[in-house]
């Protein structure tokens, strides 16, 4: 029972803590002010909204060292957090104690980062890093969450347009997704690029699913999407994918073949990892394991390599920008080899009302006359490997595939009662297998349109192989053309 104490000509209350530590908190003038005091943080501990007096002065600092020390996340989130609270927070407000942060000074601090040439993103993210570190703190050592951003607060059009720009993500028809895999397999040099893109595109995985798909999981009709491969400091190891979304998911018969021929191949299937970190030995580091798609050398593919290198290149056209290093260039082919071409090696492109000057230099082939130099326009610029899990979420939306089937495809959880009482029956997978071979025939007709032949050979033979006669409409999505060298 908390009561008052009488210290000179002034009290303080006294109370027992959540721990059986008797507070204390002197300076009121009148016994009843204090006795109240002490009753209020009686009350507070029993609807868990106590703050410890002697906690709250604690630094950031100490704060942070403790609640990041009892964190049980996955590795890259671990790393993530530690860079954003090392090199943005703890520099500014380290030795600040925790009931000394103010809504003001986080904003300002925030404010300031942008200002000194940080993304906005790049703040951002320092912001959520330290509201999360400091969202453990409350009730317990602060009433409020200082770092926390309110909602409605901030420039108005800001919310508005973020919205717009999610709702707008790019995302592609199946004949954008056959000619972009295409693109990429002839960049790459190899099928196997070609099949791991419309694996992608055709099972709605994410990019790290697909990375960490062992060759056993890989069924006559089906997928287990058990496993998701990290990249961490150069690194790789496995764990299950995102919020634990480990599902089976049906595939349609035109991607079984593919993958039936790609794993009989003679490619690599068991990767090259062997060193490992000498720190970090709790994380389950990739140790040769076996795996569905690596490169030609046995390696896992890099995200940033691979979109920079191939994806990038083949669904916008052009190289993008590597720093001061190099500047955007397009993508230059011959034309004179199969459909979409033999790529070269990249040039700058050409500035109006100045002489094009052709690619020349070591080890650089000549551009004589035998060559038909032109360049790739975009197939769907701004695409990314993500994007084609948006694509495939609208494909099946359009095929009236029903809400609970999709979700499992997905890997979301369907929410509410919904979720409790509706089912995935075999006559809802039956569907999507069917809805999804009909949307490859009919990009492949549409692609076959453009040219018979490819030169990739697994594309080739699929080419080949379509029956005579009249053919489907494409699904959407203009055919990219070649342009000659005078208009590159």
């Not at 990767?271 to 569905?292: H, K, N, V």
């Amino acid at each position: 029972m908390g009561y008052a104490e009488r210290r000179g000509n002034l009290y303080r209350a006294r109370w027992r803590g959540p721990d059986g530590t008797l507070e204390s908190q002197p300076g009121f003038t009148t016994k009843t002010a204090a006795e109240k005091y002490a009753r209020d943080q009686e009350a507070a501990i029993r609807a868990n909204r106590y703050v410890d007096p002697r906690g709250a002065r604690m630094s950031l600092m100490d704060w942070v060292n403790t609640w990041y020390s009892a964190l049980d996340l996955e590795p890259t989130t671990m790393t993530n957090y530690r860079y954003l609270l090392e090199v943005f927070v703890l520099p500014k407000f380290g030795d600040t104690p925790l009931d000394s942060l103010t809504i003001e000074e986080v904003s300002k601090w925030e404010k300031g980062l942008i200002t000194a040439g940080y993304a906005q993103k790049t703040a951002s993210n320092a912001r959520g890093a330290l509201s999360t570190a400091l969202s453990d703190a409350v009730p317990r050592y602060i009433a409020v969450n200082p770092a926390a951003k309110k909602k409605g607060k901030g420039r108005k059009g800001r919310g508005r347009v973020e919205r717009i720009e999610s709702e707008s993500k790019v995302w592609p028809s199946p004949l954008q997704v056959l000619l972009i895999a295409e693109r990429a397999a002839v960049i790459s040099g190899g099928d196997a690029t070609f099949t791991a893109a419309i694996t992608i595109a055709y099972t709605g995985c994410r990019w790290s699913e697909l990375l960490g798909l062992p060759p056993q999981l890989i069924h006559a009709d089906a997928i287990d999407l058990h496993w998701k491969l990290y990249e961490l400091n150069g690194n790789f190891y496995r764990g299950r994918p995102k919020d634990g979304s480990m599902r089976t998911i049906a595939t349609p018969p035109f991607l079984n073949e593919l993958l039936r021929r790609h794993l009989t191949s003679g490619v690599p299937l068991r990767c090259t990892c062997s060193s490992l970190p000498e720190q970090d030995g709790d994380i389950p580091w990739c140790r040769g394991d076996r795996y569905a798609f690596l490169t030609a050398q046995g390696t896992h593919y890099r995200r940033s390599n691979f979109s920079e290198r191939i994806f990038r290149p083949a669904a916008d056209g052009w190289y993008p920008q590597r720093g001061n290093r190099r500047p955007r260039m397009p993508v230059l082919v011959d034309c004179q080899a199969p459909w979409p071409g033999r790529p070269l090696p990249p040039w700058p492109a050409s500035v109006p009302d100045e002489v094009y000057a052709p690619p020349q230099g070591r080890g650089r082939p000549r551009i004589t006359d035998d060559v038909r130099l032109a360049s790739w326009l975009p197939v769907l610029a701004g695409l990314t490997p993500h994007g084609q899990r948006h694509g495939y979420q609208t494909w099946l939306d359009e095929a009236g595939i029903p809400y609970v089937a999709q979700s499992q495809q997905m890997g979301h959880q369907v929410p509410g009662m919904r979720g409790i009482y509706s089912h995935v029956t075999d006559r809802m997978l039956a569907d999507i297998r069917t809805a999804l071979e009909l949307l490859w025939m009919t990009s492949l007709q549409a692609r076959a349109a453009l040219s018979p032949t490819s030169s990739v050979p697994v594309l080739d033979a699929a080419l080949r192989a379509l029956p005579t006669g009249p053919r489907v409409p494409g699904l959407g999505g203009s055919a990219p053309t070649l342009l000659p060298n005078s208009d590159i």
